[in-house]
């Protein structure tokens, strides 16, 4: 079998389990989901808090409910399907340059910032607002 299919049936097999899980039970409501290590030991929330509930709204096509558990993951939902399709569709070789301007070094440090920013101000807002 060629490797880029057996990449992609891979790929296509994880995501359908998750697809199918996180459409079958709100993490919300589930005692079988893990909480944040982070949030349970500080109170705070980490820049992933809410994932798995906007994950679950948006399977739902809730949109907006989604936007309001972890706005950063909605907001890079398209940054990670180029990942996706650079990493294991082809990308890579076909436009090597706009993978390194996308997610090379540079690209890393502005989305580490990007992150860390939306990381303390998700807090001050939840707790000073």
């Known amino acids: 079998m060629n490797k880029t299919i057996l990449k992609a049936a891979i790929v296509i097999a994880i995501l359908a389990i998750a697809i199918a899980v996180y459409f079958s039970y709100n993490p919300a409501n589930s005692q079988y989901f893990p909480q944040c290590p982070f949030h349970y030991l500080t109170g705070l929330d980490c820049p992933g808090c809410g ?32 990942g996706i399709w650079f990493e294991y569709f082809g990308g890579k070789q076909k436009h ?15 989305i580490f910032i990007i992150v860390v920013i939306y990381w303390i101000g998700r807090n001050l807002v939840k707790y000073w607002l």
């Not at 989604?66 to 180029?82: G, H, T, W």
């Not at 090597?96 to 690209?107: E, M, N, Q, Y």
């Open 51 to 82: 994932s798995q509930r906007a994950t679950h709204h948006l399977l739902h096509f809730e949109i907006g409910k989604a936007f309001l558990q972890n706005p950063l993951l909605v907001i890079a939902i398209p940054y990670l399907i180029v």
């Open 96 to 110: 090597p340059t706009v993978r390194r301007f996308l997610f090379g070094k540079t690209a890393s440090i502005i």
